[in-house]
């Protein structure tokens, strides 16, 4: 890129010298051809002035002055004869138009020839005829027309570096944003485009820069609905296939009431992964509102026979009045579902759903009578967390992104025994955009 900016420079500079050179070398070499021939004619007239009208009858010889710029003179009579000086012994066509009281010139080959009237009581008495050789002329124009043609080199010279220094600036920035394609190409979304002054140019950079991001929170989103996911349909999986092993072991008189259950769990299969992926695509779960005895409801039948298999209670409990909420009815569901299945699996005894409804939101309290948590699952890294920990943090990550997006806040209420995490959703019928508990 930078020799083609640089050629297209340097060939812009040469047109517009040759442009503009050509017609001027033109113009010059007129000036000095006009120049010349008016230094030659200025000789003549001034030699003109010293001659005496009565030359031609008076026998006196005719003194002309001498030229210091090689011009050589002659005095003719109005007959066309040579009476001093240098020049044809009869008068030539130039000379002649002077005998007719023109100022006339010529060039004849090498030479340069002027020719002016002598003047004496308005009548012409004579002529002077000046020559000059053009090689003094042709010597000035050439040393005039090398310097123009120094001066358009030197312009060349100062495009080329004017032309080096532009395309350098300009190079530089596009092979950065070349890097950074090949590094958005290669997976490296973390790229950043420094600015480089030009206006197209950054603001490139700062479209790829802004695609990188994008591009990195979707990968981000995907790669965690992938875990989500795995995580979310393995209760649900172990459920159904506990209750086809329990049919086959135990089978009833009517099998349809086993298929049915099966079709139920299978349908919430469906539903879980369709809300996963909508959740995957977007960062914000907001949707309208909703009332939360509605996903409540549908909770509490979803885990009761698990619970029932293992001997265990749910319970969930609320007031009699709960005000509607902001927020995805399907986001809470997932988040209960994910409360209630660390509960049922690494917790003990019965496990509750308290709903306590304040001035400016709802709380949605789940606890259960097992040893707790020695620190907040929220606080430490969840990927990486401690040993006892580690199994009880399953799914919580997705929880708190799903309770945040509505948005709210979920925190551990109590670390444990019997520990509590608080779910805190903010009132449809308040304005305020943080609920607080």
Not at 122 to 137: H, P, Y
Not at 302 to 331: C, D, E, N, Y
Not at 335 to 346: G, T, Y
């Amino acid at each position: 890129m930078r020799r083609r900016v640089l050629v297209a420079i340097l060939a812009v500079t040469a047109l517009a010298v040759l442009l503009f050179g050509a017609p001027l070398a033109v113009v010059v070499g007129r000036l000095l051809d006009e120049g010349a021939t008016l230094r030659v004619e200025r000789e003549a007239i001034l030699a003109s002035r010293t001659v005496p009208a009565d030359f031609a009858t008076s026998g006196d010889p005719v003194e002309l002055p001498t030229s210091s710029e090689g011009v050589v003179l002659g005095v003719y009579d109005t007959t066309g004869s040579l009476v001093a000086g240098s020049g044809p012994s009869r008068a030539d066509q130039v000379t002649e138009r002077a005998l007719r009281k023109e100022v006339a010139d010529t060039e004849e080959g090498e030479i340069r020839v002027v020719a002016v009237p002598v003047a004496a009581d308005e009548r012409v008495v004579g002529a002077v005829r000046a020559e000059q050789s053009t090689a003094t002329g042709d010597a000035r124009a050439r040393r005039i027309l090398w310097s123009l043609f120094g001066l358009a080199v030197g312009v060349l010279a100062v495009a080329v570096a004017v032309g080096w220094v532009v395309a350098s600036r300009l190079t530089r920035p596009v092979l950065r944003l070349r890097d950074a394609a090949v590094r958005l190409g290669d997976g490296d979304f973390a790229i950043d485009v420094p600015e480089s002054g030009v206006t197209e140019l950054d603001d490139a950079g700062r479209a790829m820069t802004v695609t990188a991001e994008r591009l990195d929170d979707l990968i981000a989103r995907e790669r965690m609905v992938t875990a989500d996911v795995s995580h979310q349909l393995r209760t649900p999986l172990a459920g159904l296939r506990a209750g086809i092993e329990t049919e086959l072991a135990f089978p009833r008189s009517d099998p349809s009431q086993a298929l049915e259950e099966a079709l139920g769990d299978i349908d919430r299969l469906d539903q879980t992964v369709t809300d996963l992926v909508a959740f995957a695509r977007t960062a914000q779960t907001t949707g309208s509102e909703f009332h939360v005895s509605d996903v409540l409801g549908d909770v509490e039948e979803g885990w009761r026979r698990q619970f029932g298999r293992v001997g265990r209670a749910l319970r969930i409990t609320a007031s009699r009045f709960v005000p509607p909420v902001r927020g995805s009815a399907a986001a809470l569901r997932h988040v209960l579902d994910v409360l209630i299945a660390n509960a049922l699996e690494h917790g003990e005894g019965d496990v509750t759903v308290d709903v306590r409804v304040g001035d400016e939101s709802v709380t949605l309290q789940v606890a259960d009578e097992g040893p707790g948590f020695s620190e907040s699952p929220f606080d430490a890294d969840v990927d990486e967390p401690a040993d006892g920990d580690r199994s009880r943090r399953l799914g919580l990550p997705l929880a708190r992104r799903l309770v945040e997006s509505m948005p709210g806040r979920i925190t551990v209420a109590r670390l444990g025994p019997r520990p509590q995490i608080d779910v805190i959703l903010r009132r449809a019928d308040v304005g305020n955009d943080s609920p607080t508990g």
